[in-house]
């Protein structure tokens, strides 16, 4: 939530922010994994996610007995195969579940945010340099989008145009590129009448040169430190989407439809099968939220 | 001096941020009507000893130790409560960038009104009455409507004059005044300081003026006190520092009285501009802004032309025209026999590389994200020599290490540097400086003006070397050229127009103009040719003179025609019908 | 005053933009609405007859001026799910939401500004570090996830909240329907019991949502204020030897005015958002309701969802935004 709001009005780097370098580094490690897991999860899953096995509902297992077992696992020793996090009420192992659901989710919200960013940058760029008119037209475009309810329409435009995960990347795409054309608009404009650009003109070089290798450059800091937030928040929106079943389709390992089956159980008692990929998410977005502070801070310097 | 209690007296005062000392050990005393000048380079405290003064400090500084006695009662010693009693009541801050210290969600007439409240209580119509005629004591004009004005709403020379009104209202013992001219023109500048002293001196404040500028101390302080790294290193009669300065810092920025002006820069003539125009028009309405309005100039080879003028003055536009960063709307430009106004792109391109330029912000000039070796080859079109470029660095003062640097690893003096360097790369013939030491520090500003005067013996470059700044456009011009409003109201030498200026305009600018010298003090001297009120709005031009409205002898003949430049006998140009006319 | 009915008018053409923009992006997608009412199997005259029902085999202008001629006299036409009118739809389920959203946001700012200023007072200290990954994390969060972890906590294990099945107990009879919001309504009644049994059945969707939004909100006051504090206004107040008291509120009027239009649009965003946390405690709002539309293909009420959350955030971000250029005189220039 908070990323939205910066999205909307990025704060000026001077404020301090008491960011402890350790955080940052917290933030690194996962986004690092999130996008290792994102690549070789599927592969490195002791069960198979998509095929139930024998036991249902089965709790994970307990606190008592985790040690005992993390040792087996890590000594090597033979050892049956552990439901670390418990299995579903159709028997699918919930851990390899949610390490699987990495690479959905993870997916789409990198795959969003590359489009949107490779957009919006340009368009920034066009709307930065083009003559007033036309910038005014696409700014005035690029406003109504973002007068949209942003999670309404993702629920419109994912559900009515057929809910696979090629439509989220595409809608969160359609969603987002507003605010890289805002982004790297302002910073366009910034850069135009910075020192460096007059004294490249006096030097003789064309506008063309000077847009690629100064102008955009220097643009497209602030739009990859935004785009670190905006990942976060695109996971958030993935699992909201498929939350109320307006996202990925069964039966794609996702954390947010994860949540949603197992949300009646938890009422019940049985808390493991929607707890984990809730950690999952919680842990990642706040992770990539570390990151893209470190991030700010370290390019504010 | 007789020996009376010192209003001030300070002893062993440290303060320091984390683990460095920002003061350190400073001894001060200021006897009671004593103005006392403090200066030092940047960073060496003289902000932070002005707050300490008070018990205040930047977060996330500490007050460490040391005495602060205000007729005799340490400051720092009391407690939270009676200090604040004593800040504004018994000693007033003025400080350097008025309008940020205003907060900018109520008037400015408000905030004096509380500060007085504070201190002597009353209604507040009373207090908002005492902030009206304090404005109007201090110079302004219509007080009474401007006082409902928002800070940001008001220039600097306003804004710098209602914080005066706020610190010295209550009639303080002692006046703290850190950089309070520091952008301000040079007409407002010399009024401020004026108006400041004066009050100064007629509710018997004792002023402790904090400044890196030499010739305002020279001109309104009794003693001079040097701050080097938090501690005193000098502390003079003003007379006896000017002419032996004992601290390293005196003597650097003093250094450049005793050298000759340049000589020569009598060549052919290699660009020629006549009736240069440009004309901005206003985003709303129908209005212009008429920026640079027929300004003709020669400027030879190896020469430098001084192009001085206020701001607004249209300086800054007639480089950029020359560049053609700006389209001028007229005129020609003719560059070694060239027509700049009518080369196509590519011979523009070719022009460009005999025509330089140097900014005035040295880091902005420079892409944050290139290294300086980056930023010099962008200058040289093919990969160049890393001999190359290290005799480049060493020919503007630098190591060659610096060229794995980026910008922001250098101070603002060798960022300017790098500048300059970039803009001798190609051997041009001439450079425009756009006012490239105002962001400078004095002590930078010296080895600056020293450099160009170096690089344009060596190199035979002209230079167009725009500033506001008399005294460095003294130690570099052969010829200056003096602005107003778009125009060029005189063109003469450098002798001429520094000792004998005709028109009025450049009068009251050299008269307003301090000198660091202190037997030709400003305060000393009458105040015969002041301009009176402000400029007219560069939109509503008068039809006339565009100084008639101020010109102390301005007559019913000057308001009316629009005057025209005339050549004189000794070669100069004026534009004034009536001193010409008076000299024919 | 000019200022006002600039940004008024700008406002407006927002909304007719943004009907003009949702209308034909649905129309545009590859869902067809008849399909899924009729079912696979249809005949072709069963779908024929429902496409004509459902008004869709006009021509697309037709349809364009029919719905915005309908809309001109406040008539969103009928539901194609439930065959009711729209706007009695949303005039049912929108003051659900309103009420969680407000009620939300007001606590949410009680608890995070004298946080955030509290911060701002210390900033590098323990406690400001503790609540600067606080904010961090707060912000972060799925809620739909942590509104049923709430569930499992305060209901399942402790007991201490009600079942999430709505506003209400389902024994209790609901009050008459005034404003639509459940507290007002209940008081207005003069039904305490009814009262403490909505407020009960508030406490964990509010709680819920006061956690999320906490994070941005403390974020936002703490720099703001670290800002004001930090500023050479500030500084100069206190070197004018202003009270305490004075100087604060100095401060606080600096920076809290910037964080109104922030406020503003986090409302917008948030009220679109509420659907997760509906679906959760099963409110019944206007997100629920949006859900059901979307997920039938429901295009009358899907267009008026949209439309009516789009003008109540773009009102409630106006509003905002004008109280701040009323406090912030740079502006209105």
Redesign the interface.
């Known amino acids: 939530?908070?990323?939205?709001?910066e999205a909307?009005?990025p704060?000026p780097a001077q404020?301090?922010?008491?960011?402890?370098p350790a955080?940052f580094l917290l933030g690194c490690g996962i986004v690092a994994l999130s996008l290792v897991m994102m690549v070789v999860g599927p592969w490195i899953v002791p069960f198979d996610p998509g095929r139930p096995g024998p036991d249902i509902g089965m709790a994970p297992p307990s606190l008592g007995a985790l040690p005992a077992l993390a040792w087996a696992v890590l000594r090597g020793l033979p050892h049956a195969p552990v439901h670390w996090f418990g299995t579903d009420e159709t028997g699918l192992d919930v851990f390899s579940r949610v390490v699987a659901a990495s690479r959905t989710d993870v997916a789409i919200a990198v795959g969003a945010n590359a489009v949107s960013l490779a957009f919006g940058s340009l368009l920034g760029l066009a709307a930065g340099t083009a003559r007033p008119f036309l910038a005014g037209l696409l700014m005035r475009v690029s406003?109504?989008l973002q007068?949209?309810?942003?999670?309404?329409?993702g629920?419109?435009?994912v559900?009515?145009?057929?809910r696979s995960e090629l439509t989220i990347v595409l809608a969160l795409a359609l969603l987002y590129t507003p605010i890289y054309i805002r982004l790297t608009r302002a910073e366009v404009l910034a850069q135009r009448h910075?020192?460096?650009v007059?004294?490249?003109?006096?030097?003789?070089?064309?506008e063309l040169w000077i847009a690629l290798r100064?102008i955009l450059?220097?643009a497209l800091t602030p739009a990859l430190i935004q785009a670190s937030v905006t990942i976060?928040l695109a996971i958030?929106m993935t699992?909201?989407l498929s939350?109320?079943?307006?996202g990925v389709r069964p039966p794609t390992p996702e954390w947010?439809l994860m949540?949603a089956d197992g949300?009646n159980l938890?009422?019940?008692?049985e808390?493991w099968p929607?707890?984990f990929?809730?950690v999952a998410?919680?842990f990642t977005?706040?992770g990539?939220?570390?990151f893209s502070?470190g991030l700010e801070r370290y390019c504010a310097r | 001096m007789p020996a009376e209690t010192p209003i001030l007296r300070v002893r062993g005062l440290t303060v320091a941020f984390g683990g460095e000392r920002a003061v350190a050990g400073f001894d001060l005393d200021i006897a009671p009507g004593e103005i006392v000048g403090l200066t030092g380079d940047s960073g060496a405290g003289k902000s932070t000893l002005g707050l300490a003064l008070l018990g205040l400090v930047r977060p996330p500084g500490r007050i460490l130790g040391g005495t602060v006695e205000l007729e005799g009662i340490d400051v720092l010693a009391l407690d939270e409560a009676r200090r604040r009693r004593i800040r504004g009541a018994k000693i007033g801050l003025i400080v350097q960038n008025p309008r940020a210290s205003l907060s900018p969600l109520h008037p400015v007439g408000q905030q004096i009104a509380d500060a007085y409240r504070t201190h002597e209580g009353g209604t507040r119509a009373g207090a908002a009455a005492r902030a009206v005629d304090m404005l109007r004591v201090l110079g302004l004009n219509d007080p009474e409507r401007r006082v409902h004005a928002y800070p940001h709403e008001v220039s600097g020379g306003m804004a710098q004059r209602v914080l005066i009104a706020m610190a010295l209202g209550c009639g303080p013992r002692l006046l703290v005044a850190d950089e309070p001219t520091s952008g301000l023109d040079v007409t407002i500048q010399a009024q401020f300081l004026d108006d400041m002293w004066q009050s100064a001196r007629r509710v018997g404040s004792a002023v402790l003026l904090m400044t890196q500028d030499l010739s305002i101390i020279a001109n309104y302080c009794d003693r001079v006190v040097v701050m080097q790294d938090g501690r005193r290193v000098e502390d003079a009669p003003t007379p006896r520092f000017f002419a032996a300065p004992a601290a390293a810092y005196g003597r650097t920025l003093l250094s450049l009285r005793r050298e000759a002006p340049p000589a020569g820069g009598d060549g052919p003539v290699l660009l020629s501009v006549r009736g240069l125009r440009k004309v901005f028009p206003l985003r709303r309405g129908r209005k212009v802004v008429h920026a640079v309005d027929g300004v003709s100039f020669d400027i030879h080879r190896g020469e430098t032309l001084g192009l001085v003028g206020e701001s607004g003055s249209g300086k800054t536009t007639v480089g950029r025209c020359l560049l053609r960063l700006v389209e001028p709307d007229g005129g020609e430009v003719t560059f070694d026999g060239i027509d700049v106004r009518r080369a196509a792109p590519a011979g523009l391109r070719r022009l460009r590389r005999q025509l330089q330029v140097v900014f005035q912000d040295p880091f902005d000039s420079l892409d944050p994200r290139w290294t300086v070796a980056d930023i010099i080859a962008e200058a040289i079109e093919d990969r160049p020599d890393p001999d190359v470029l290290a005799r480049l660095l060493r020919d503007v003062g630098l190591d060659r290490e610096v060229a794995r640097l980026p910008p922001r690893a250098l101070g603002l003096g060798d960022q300017q540097r790098v500048n300059i360097a970039r803009a001798i790369a190609v051997r041009p013939a001439l450079i425009v400086l756009d006012e490239p030491t105002s962001a400078l520090t004095p002590l930078a500003r010296v080895g600056i003006i020293r450099l160009l005067r170096d690089l344009q013996v060596r190199l035979r470059v002209s230079y167009l070397f725009i500033s506001h700044d008399l005294s460095t456009v003294a130690h570099l011009s052969h010829r200056v050229a003096v602005m107003y409003l778009g125009q060029i109201v005189e063109l003469g030498t450098r002798a001429q127009i520094f000792d004998q200026p005709l028109h009025p305009y450049s009068k009251a600018l050299l008269a307003a103009h301090l000198v660091a010298d202190p037997s030709r003090r400003r305060v000393d001297q009458p105040q015969a040719e002041a301009l009176a009120g402000e400029s007219p709005s560069p939109i509503d031009l008068p039809p006339g003179c565009f100084l008639a409205g101020r010109c102390p002898q301005a007559e019913d003949s000057c308001r009316a025609a629009r005057q025209e430049v005339a050549v004189l006998a000794d070669g100069r140009a004026l534009r004034c019908d009536r001193v010409a006319a008076a000299l024919a | 005053m000019l200022f006002v009915a600039r940004r008024l008018g700008f406002a407006c053409l927002q909304l007719v933009g943004l009907a003009l923009l949702v209308f034909f992006t649905i129309r545009a997608m590859p869902a067809d609405p008849v399909a899924r009412l009729v079912g696979m199997n249809a005949s072709r005259e069963a779908y024929l007859s429902s496409q004509h029902a459902l008004g869709l085999d006009r021509p697309v202008w037709v349809q364009l001026v029919a719905w915005v001629s309908d809309v001109a006299h406040g008539d969103f036409g009928r539901s194609w799910v439930s065959g009711a009118p729209v706007m009695q739809e949303i005039g049912r389920t929108l003051p659900v939401t309103i009420e969680l959203i407000t009620i939300s946001f007001v606590l949410a700012f009680l608890v995070s500004v004298p946080l955030g200023m509290l911060c701002a007072l210390r900033p590098g200290g323990t406690a400001d570090k503790a609540t600067f990954v606080y904010s961090l994390f707060a912000g972060s969060q799925p809620e739909f996830w942590w509104g049923l972890l709430f569930i499992y906590i305060f209901f399942a294990v402790l007991g201490w909240a009600p079942a999430p099945l709505g506003r209400l107990d389902p024994m209790l009879r609901p009050p008459p329907v005034v404003t639509g919001f459940i507290t007002v309504d209940t008081l207005l009644a003069g039904d305490w019991v009814a009262f403490r049994n909505g407020v009960h059945h508030l406490m964990l969707p509010v709680a819920t949502k006061v956690f999320v939004l906490s994070g941005p909100i403390i974020k936002m006051v703490r720099q703001n204020m670290v800002r004001a504090l930090g500023s050479d206004y500030v500084l100069y107040a206190r070197a004018s030897g202003l009270m305490p008291r004075q100087v604060a509120m100095v401060a606080l009027k600096n920076a809290l005015a910037p964080a109104l239009t922030l406020l503003g649009a986090l409302y917008g965003y948030v009220l679109g958002a509420a659907v997760l946390i509906e679906t959760v405690f099963s409110l019944g709002g206007i997100g629920q309701y949006a859900v059901r539309s979307v997920l039938a293909f429901d295009y009358p009420a899907i267009e008026a969802v949209v439309l009516v959350i789009a003008a109540i955030s773009l009102f409630v971000y106006l509003v905002l935004d004008l109280v701040h250029a009323w406090l912030d005189p740079r502006l209105s220039q």
């Open positions: 939530m908070s990323e939205m709001l909307l009005h704060p404020v301090a922010r008491p960011m402890p955080l406003d109504l007068a949209f309810p942003v999670f309404i329409t629920m419109i435009l559900t009515m145009a057929g910075r020192g460096f007059d004294a490249a003109r006096a030097l003789g070089r064309t100064h450059p220097n976060g958030l699992a909201g939350f109320v079943g307006a947010g949540i949300s938890m009422v019940q008692g808390w929607s707890l990929p809730g998410i919680s977005v706040f990539y939220a570390c502070n």
